[in-house]
């Protein structure tokens, strides 16, 4: 079966200073959005969809996606502020993206597979692309999924991370994302947040790693207006992602289930974690 990887990547060029500044990893000196794509790519995946913005187009077409021509089918979807219902307008001063959420309601009409939606930003692990593409091929529109790293995997060795912490029914589906700030390891087999609440190492968390069928599309449009009636003149707030499938979880409009992995994720939150991110990549890569 076909299947679409979306990866959010409008905030790339701000987030790192251009394009040319992208970190490089491992022995053949790969971004974490290569490593994403190869694994992809490796897992059975026949297109790419990058969510970008218009003022980066030219320079990401010509140092990103150029490089994966032959290899997987390459699409774009744009991210922009103005892209918003009729009836609703730019506030004035406002250059903040509408968050996640938008990003992938971007791809509506652009992909038509069941696809997975991840951030440029993050590496998340050669195996974890064939679990959750496994469960794309199983079809089901009403149910997506998201994929669980085990907490002890996914933390810093130079200061506190937030993390959404999963909480899953007696099935395994999804009943909430709570969000932990400031969590760090305080002994063995355990973190703490910046309230001293205490997780095993084991504990599932989120890395905004999801498995969707198109049906949300549909989900993020309603949502996006419903989220704009209250937020339209805000210069800050965010339509995110994860509170739009949260809300379509409580509302019984759909399932989510927690596919856990065994898989260690490696991301930069500190300029520190640069050097732990290589040496995890050369190691393993």
């Given at each position: 079966?076909?299947?679409t990887l979306v990866v959010m990547a409008a905030g790339m060029g701000s987030r790192?200073?251009?394009?040319?500044?992208?970190?490089?990893?491992?022995?053949?000196?790969?971004?974490?959005?290569d490593f994403a794509v190869e694994d992809a790519i490796s897992a059975g995946f026949s297109e790419v969809c990058f969510v970008i913005r218009r003022d980066i187009e030219e320079a990401f077409k010509?140092?990103?996606?150029k490089k994966y021509e032959g290899k997987i089918e390459v699409s774009h979807a744009f991210q922009s502020l103005e892209s918003l219902p009729s009836?609703?307008?730019v506030p004035e001063g406002r250059t903040k993206p509408w968050g996640t959420g938008q990003a992938v309601l971007a791809c509506k009409g652009i992909v038509k597979t069941p696809f997975l939606?991840?951030?440029s930003d993050d590496y998340y692990g050669r195996g974890v692309y064939e679990i959750m593409?496994?469960?794309?091929?199983?079809?089901?529109?009403?149910?997506?999924?998201?994929?669980?790293?085990?907490?002890?995997?996914?933390?810093?060795?130079?200061?506190?991370?937030s993390r959404g912490i999963c909480k899953s029914d007696e099935n395994g589906f999804l009943v909430d994302v709570e969000e932990h700030s400031g969590i760090v390891k305080c002994c063995d087999g355990f973190a703490k947040d910046e309230?001293?609440?205490?997780?095993?190492?084991?504990?599932?968390?989120?890395?905004?790693?999801?498995?969707?069928?198109?049906?949300?599309?549909?989900?993020?449009?309603?949502?996006?207006?419903?989220?704009?009636?209250?937020?339209?003149?805000s210069l800050k707030s965010e339509f995110y992602l994860p509170f739009a499938v949260d809300k379509a979880v409580k509302s019984g409009k759909v399932k989510v289930r927690v596919v856990p992995n065994s898989e260690k994720w490696q991301g930069?939150?500190?300029?520190?974690?640069?050097?732990?991110?290589?040496?995890?990549?050369?190691?393993?890569?």
């Open positions: 079966m076909k299947k790192f200073g251009g394009l040319k500044q992208l970190n490089k990893f491992g022995k053949d000196k790969k971004t974490l959005l010509s140092e990103v996606s009836g609703y307008a939606a991840i951030n593409g496994g469960f794309l091929d199983e079809k089901n529109p009403d149910t997506f999924a998201l994929a669980g790293y085990r907490l002890g995997n996914t933390l810093s060795e130079n200061g506190g991370v309230f001293g609440e205490k997780f095993s190492f084991d504990t599932l968390v989120s890395m905004n790693f999801w498995a969707f069928d198109t049906s949300i599309f549909d989900i993020l449009e309603k949502d996006f207006e419903e989220f704009l009636r209250e937020n339209s003149a930069i939150t500190y300029r520190e974690d640069i050097e732990a991110v290589e040496k995890f990549l050369i190691e393993n890569r």
